[in-house]
């Protein structure tokens, strides 16, 4: 094959990284307290911003608040009454673990699995590192 024709069959192969070149801020976490529930009203934007399923990550804070809790329709409804900035930490938890890539700090990640194992993958430096946390 031509240098050329190999060139573009990489290209073919390659992931796009859409950068705008701002800076990646993690969303803050809004919501209100009623009765013995929390509800995070915007936990779908959050979601979205960090390219991850809103599902997951409900999952994820379930489990790092060590409370029950489920969707209902865009938000998200915990059991108790928790503070914004244990949930926000969490949720900083959660981009640590499953978006910033741990070589070169971007959030232009994607989780595959291969062979079982869970690995975030980096568009913009091809890095793989494990996920450590399992759910």
């Known amino acids: 094959m031509e240098y050329e024709q190999l ?23 809004a919501g209100e307290v009623s009765g013995n ?20 990550l409900a999952k994820f804070l379930q489990k790092e ?24 930490e969490k949720i900083e938890k959660y981009a640590r673990e499953f978006v910033i890539c741990n070589v070169c700090g971007k959030p232009d990640t994607e989780v595959v699995s291969e062979k079982g194992i869970k690995y975030k993958h980096c ?3 091809g890095a793989k590192s494990p996920v450590k946390y399992h759910m």
């Open 7 to 29: 060139l573009k069959k990489a290209y073919e192969k390659v992931k796009v990284v859409e950068h705008n070149g701002e800076r990646f801020e993690i969303p803050r976490a």
């Open 37 to 56: 529930n929390t509800f995070i009203t915007n936990i779908i934007s959050i979601a979205d911003y960090l390219r991850r399923d809103s599902m997951h």
């Open 65 to 88: 608040l060590a409370t029950i809790g489920r969707m209902q329709g865009s938000r998200l409804c915990l059991k108790g009454k928790l503070n914004s900035s244990i949930v926000n």
């Open 123 to 125: 568009l913009a430096c």
